[in-house]
């Protein structure tokens, strides 16, 4: 398996999807589709479609019927960052190597932006295929709840509550599970969904998700210390600079390591009921795990 | 008809289904759920769900259908005025005589406070009766059209950039068409859907809608001009001082006048088909005609 073909060639199939699903940078009002498109099209990896297109493959489903799913997921997590730039959230210049929304088109603009990112996500999730088990409302209400005040929002409030403040571990675990894993989870839960997953195929999956999520914020931890700004396109040192809560703050850097590595060899164990199909989100798990941004 | 009597028994429906809907303000984060539930009871008409349950009286339809989606559209309002009081956008201190919910929680929470309501809209919408002629796929793709970046969030995007410029009366018919008349027509629509309208019943309430929103934002221009802050319940004359385009500036306030006048007329033939049923949408064109605040 050529890994990096694998990964670019459906980022290229996420971006023609997003492309085409998004009006045009001239539609009217231009200002708020011009800031759409700036920060979708601003390089993400696209992990979260690219994951929900594998798991729609693992089960043998059509990845075309996850794509508008993975495109849905990928604008909500697009919004978010855009919020969670804001001078009133974390207070971001850059992100992936770009200046932020809020700096190139002013506040009030990045506020809309992010709200008709998160807007059009349910627009083009309702695009997608149902099944008797997956309905509509049932695939909706699944983004809605992992978008809600208490998941993706639980997790950016408690993370923004704990700074400065000494928290436990298990705080820790819970901004991790809700602002990144939640989401995370959710992108692999929609993929299955997509493929008319049997409800125990579901459980593992969702399963493979959690620790996988949970693996890659430890991760992202471990980078923003370990990283400089240029290799990350995000301002590097900024959690200890926002005296944040991490694994790498609480456990030291190498223990941080070690709880990487049990929770992507859990997530691997998750994904074992698949056999062989499972090998692109075998994959995917050890390509987070070893990843330098 | 007791009119002030319909109108408060809907809107006490309105409130408890809300009240249910909504996380209770001790739910985790509990700042969170606090500020969602300090700007949806901040004491609103709820004009847009009361009118999306009278349209469904007219059809004859359940009310009890209509709700989750009544409430939906109250959680889209409520959201979109968070945003818009931001410092960033419009900057107001007041709203509905209390304190914006930046002013309360800080700017943070209160972008954060209008993500979760814009989110739980598509929850709480989800959780409607769906027919064979309106899927939840339809009903879910009319809400996030009409808080989308081509209706309600182009309405505040026109209106923000036409500030302190000279602008035309088309433009001014497109900034009230998305800021305004999309959302109250959408509330009628949603009403219609639930009580599962023919599609010429539905184009002649769409037609109704439309009139009724575009008169409703004309009648709100007047009253910014001529009523006091108290009576309001948010800041009078803030329209002037942040020079934007209303109907009095652009055609005085007698022309004006007609204008909602001629508005009203045109809502009220469009119920012509429904006869007696109409009552209660008839009279709410006449009370929002009248209004003093």
């Not at 125990?200 to 999520?213: C, D, I, N, R, V």
């Amino acid at each position: 398996m050529d890994f990096s073909h694998y990964w670019s060639a459906r980022q290229k199939k996420v971006d023609a999807a997003l492309n085409h699903y998004l009006p045009s940078a001239s539609t009217k009002p231009a200002t708020i589709h011009k800031a759409m498109r700036y920060s979708i099209f601003a390089g993400g990896k696209r992990l979260r479609p690219v994951i929900c297109l594998a798991t729609a493959e693992v089960l043998r489903g059509k990845p075309d019927l996850a794509l508008p799913l993975a495109c849905a997921v990928e604008c909500i997590h697009t919004y978010s960052l855009i919020h969670d730039d804001l001078p009133c959230m974390d207070n971001d210049d850059f992100r992936r190597g770009k200046p932020t929304s809020h700096k190139v088109f002013g506040e009030g603009i990045a506020v809309l932006a992010g709200d008709a990112l998160l807007t059009i996500a349910f627009e083009i999730a309702a695009s997608c295929k149902s099944w008797p088990r997956y309905s509509h409302a049932t695939i909706l209400r699944e983004i809605a709840v992992t978008a809600g005040s208490q998941a993706l929002i639980a997790g950016q409030v408690a993370d923004a509550e704990g700074e400065g403040k000494k928290i436990s571990p298990a705080e820790l675990r819970y901004i991790h599970h809700n602002k990144t894993a939640a989401l995370i989870s959710s992108s692999i839960r929609l993929g299955a969904m997509s493929a008319n997953a049997t409800p125990k195929q579901l459980a593992h999956l969702t399963e493979f998700g959690e620790s996988l999520g949970l693996a890659f914020q430890v991760i992202d931890d471990i980078l923003d210390v370990t990283q400089t700004t240029e290799k990350l396109g995000k301002s590097a040192g900024k959690d200890i600079a926002a005296q944040k809560a991490t694994y790498p703050a609480l456990l030291g850097l190498k223990k941080a390591q070690k709880e990487a590595d049990r929770l992507t060899a859990k997530a691997r164990a998750a994904l074992k009921p698949f056999g062989k199909d499972a090998k692109p989100l075998e994959a995917i798990a050890d390509y987070l795990l070893k990843r330098e941004n």
